[in-house]
Nanobody
Framework: QVQLVESGGGLVQAGGSLRLSCAAS????????MGWYRQAPGKQRDLVAF???????NYTDSVKGRFTISRDNAKNTVSLQMNSLKFEDTAVYYC?????????????WGQGTQVTVSS
């Protein structure tokens, strides 16, 4: 059974930092690409940051230079370091694991962790 458990969310003032972590189980972690998505109230869920099996990363423009995604294959974890947080970063953040099996892919999701940035 695949489980993705996020932690590290909370309330922070604008300009502050938070570090989100996602612990994965039930998968061969090193074979999965991992991502962080977020969903603000009334909005769709959008990609924040993505890291491939090989460690290549990409970010949505609004977080470039402020957020850093990383993975630890030995610990089956993916993290998102968020610095210089802004009010508009407020959202529920979701961890995603993607298995690309060639003909398609399958995504698994965590339950989400709330990040609230006060202005």
């Amino acid at each position: 059974q695949v489980q993705l458990v996020e932690s590290g969310g909370g309330l922070v003032q604008a300009g502050g930092s938070l570090r989100l972590s996602c612990a994965a189980s039930g998968i061969i972690f090193r074979t999965y690409a991992m991502g962080w998505y977020r969903q603000a109230p009334g909005k769709q869920r959008d990609l924040v940051a993505f890291i491939t099996r090989g460690g290549s990363t990409n970010y949505t423009d609004s977080v470039k230079g402020r957020f850093t995604i990383s993975r630890d294959n030995a610990k089956n974890t993916v993290s998102l370091q968020m610095n210089s947080l802004k009010f508009e970063d407020t959202a529920v953040y979701y961890c995603m694991a993607r298995w690309d099996y060639g003909l398609g892919s399958r995504d698994y999701w965590g339950q989400g962790t709330q990040v609230t940035v006060s202005s």
